[in-house]
């Protein structure tokens, strides 16, 4: 029987890698930022965080900024400590699964929303516990939004995600645990899985997938 697809597209938070949004408001809360779910959430979040995501401003500007939409006078190592605490970690499993993926011949790639200090940190943390160069070693392609200026659900992200790994959308599938990413894959023609917290990855993957 032939495959449904054989192009898996995976988001990283919240689908292949553990995160908790609420660690980094309890964080910022414990420096003197009581209201960051004013600025930030995994849904909306202001233009400030939209720039970081998209490679617009480096970590001074970002701590610059928070501390101008705060009040406050924090220091890069206070913002980058805070801001990071909602990395909760790579399940092994998860790991093992993308390589029996590549064994099994699916072309698998990558394309997140994410920042140079979640990078920097998830990379590092990859290195250290398992032993891995870079978290791209996993995938055919890894696409960073502050790397390529663009961030989900922009149709923009996606159709230069297909055109430029050559991609058949009638062949790959995207997966993503945020429903607002989902809906603008499938405005621009590729189809796509909501991930949700309640189904496993392997599970989502054997009902939708295989």
Known sequence: MPQKYNAIIFDLGGVLYDIDTQRTKDAFARIGLDDFNQFYTLEQQIHLFDSLEKGLIDEAAFVEGINKISGKALNAEQVKQAWNALLIGMPGENIDLLKELKNEDYALYLLSNTNIYHYSAIQQELKRNFGLNALDDLFDKAYYSFQ??????????????????????????????????????????????????????PELLDRFVF
């Open 148 to 201: 390529i200026g663009m961030r989900k659900p922009d149709a923009e992200i996606f159709q230069f995600v297909m055109k430029s790994s050559a991609l058949d959308p009638d062949k790959t599938v995207f997966i993503d645990d945020n429903e607002d990413n989902i809906k603008a894959s499938l405005s621009v023609g590729l189809p796509a899985i909501h991930k949700q917290k309640h189904i496993s990855l």
